[in-house]
Each structure stands twice: as C-alpha cells, then as structure tokens.
C-alpha cells in the first residue's frame, strides 16, 4: 500500500524535551517536506529536502532539526529551542516530472506540550 | 515576499447552495495553483491543480477552479454542495523554485448544514 506515514499520531512532551517525530514514503520520491499547522494560519514550511543527504531551512526552521540518511525517511525533531511546539505537523513529499510537481501529504501528528 | 490569501475564513452554507471560495496570491511571475482540502479527521488531499493551458480546471468530488492571471486569483467553485464537503479548504501557490515550496492561504473552513 503506497503512500505518506507518520508517527506518532498524537505525542505528548513536557517542556525542555526535544522529541522526534517520524515520517515514510514509499512513493519513491526524492523531495520531502515539514510542514506545521496552526489554526488560521495554513500551513507554513519547515524544512525541506530534495536529495538524499541535503536539506534546506523553510520559513521557520528555528527550533527545529531534521536529517535525511534514506530516501524514504525524514524525521523531524522539535528542540526545546522551539518556543511554541504545540501544532499540528504534517509530512509531504513530492512527485515530479511531466509538469506536474504535485506535493502530497501524510495523516499528521499532533504535538501537544504539557 | 509571496503571499496567498484566503479572505474567508469561514463560511456557513445550507445543502445545494454554491460555493465559490476566493483565493488571492502576490507573486508577479509564472505559478501553479493548488487547492486542498482537509475533511475533519482526515489528511490533506488534493483537490485539483493549475500548471498551464485551460485556466478552468476541473478536480474531484465536482470542484472547478479559475485561474484569472490578472486577478491573481485562483477561486474555488461547487455549484452545489452536500453535507459531506464541510471541511478546511487551502489553497496553496508555487512559484516553480528550485525547491517546489508550497506557500499557502490562512484556509477556509466550510460547513454545510444539512
């Protein structure tokens, strides 16, 4: 069964933890991405990676870090540097060729920090 | 920097009314158009999309859109809506860059009362 998962659905951090969340593709696409979901604010991008080993910042990558060793894998981590952590954060990657770059998106995880 | 506007953040509407839901963006170059949508409990999915040729486009579940290059807009429309289209609906720009990023509008959330 192709697609986007993430995990966990809903994680629960205390203050000053960092934590990781989890993203896999099986779609065999080379471009990933972080996205964070705020209530009526869209979604704003984190971070990004378009290769294997490479990955660039997006608009608020301050608090946050990710690494990308398999093409399949993207996790993030949320530092305690991050001031405000509890969002909903959602994983996308992306196909390509054909002029029809299309990103498409994971279930979510929702961060909530006590 | 680009921005996408979505001037309502919410609508209301009874069964069979239509939608048209606006989307502005400020990019002055060549864009792709998205729009997606977000049915409560579920993940972002891709409703339809513009990257050349007839500015009408036509996606899933009935939705069109109209891409007015001198407008900057690209609205969403449904003639008649059900139930079951009550949802957060975003629309989203890509300006073709190096890394596909996706800037997208605040939402709208719709709801249709049966």
């Known amino acids: 069964d192709g697609g986007i998962t993430q995990s966990p659905k809903y994680l629960f951090r205390k203050e000053g933890q960092n934590v990781t969340l989890s993203c896999e593709q099986n779609l065999n696409h080379d471009a990933m991405y972080w996205y964070r979901q705020d209530p009526g604010q869209g979604l704003r991008l984190i971070y990004y990676s378009q290769i294997v080993n490479d990955f660039q910042k997006g608009d608020i990558a301050e608090g946050y870090s990710v690494s990308r060793e398999k093409k399949e894998s993207f996790p993030l981590t949320v530092t305690s540097a991050q001031k405000n952590p509890t969002a909903f954060y959602l994983c996308a990657s992306r196909s390509q060729g054909g002029g029809t770059d299309t990103q498409y998106f994971g279930p979510g995880t929702r961060l909530t920090v006590l | 920097a680009q921005s996408v506007s979505q001037h309502n953040h919410h609508v209301i509407l009874s069964e069979a009314a239509s939608l048209e839901l606006g989307c502005n963006y400020s990019?002055?170059?060549?864009?792709?158009l998205f729009w997606y949508v977000q049915y409560p409990g579920q993940h972002l999915q891709l409703l339809l999309k513009y990257f050349s040729g007839d500015p009408l486009v036509k996606g899933i579940k009935g939705f069109e859109a109209e891409f007015i290059k001198s407008k900057f807009s690209f609205n969403l429309r449904k003639p008649s809506v059900q139930w079951s289209d009550t949802a957060e609906y975003f629309c989203?720009?890509?300006?073709?860059?190096?890394?596909?990023?996706?800037?997208f509008g605040g939402g709208t959330r719709l709801m249709v009362k049966p």
């Open positions: 989203a720009v890509n300006k073709g860059n190096a890394g596909n990023m996706l800037t």
């Open positions: 990019y002055g170059g060549t864009v792709n």
